[in-house]
């Protein structure tokens, strides 16, 4: 059995999803990175991939192609400030699952790691202002 499936498949990632758009969508650090006046086509993309990251169908490649998650993000500056936003709202979000341990960690841990990867701007970057 997958990730995917343990959770309870597509229902809960879009529940994951939503819950932490929820957050991003007031949080005036993380809502300019989302250009569109609408979270929507960015949580549709976010579910699609974790989806398919966790072993769900591979629509998000259908559709986008490769990941490249840092290619993607590189036009946003995205320093300790905005990872340690973008993991609290996650983190909430994961918590509204209410999973269990095993499987809470698992996402977690992943989730972690994605945020910490995506960094790519010192705190002291000048081009911060």
């Known amino acids: 059995m997958t990730l995917f499936e343990a959770i309870g498949g ?7 999803v939503d819950e932490f758009y929820a957050g991003v969508a007031d949080d005036p650090l993380l809502r300019p990175m989302y250009p569109e006046e609408d979270l929507g086509p960015a949580a549709d993309r976010l579910t699609l991939f974790l989806i398919q990251y966790w072993g769900g169908p591979r629509t998000y490649s259908d559709q986008r192609g490769h990941p ?8 946003f500056r995205i320093g ?10 996650m983190r909430h979000a994961v918590e509204t699952l209410d999973l269990p341990p095993q499987l809470a960690v698992a996402l977690w841990d992943y989730l972690e790691r994605a945020a910490y990867f995506m960094v790519n701007a010192a705190d002291d970057d000048p081009a911060a202002g």
């Open 10 to 16: 597509e229902p809960a990632f879009r529940k994951l």
């Open 68 to 75: 490249r998650l840092r290619m993607r993000h590189a036009p």
């Open 80 to 89: 300790a400030a905005e990872r340690d936003a973008w993991l609290r709202h």
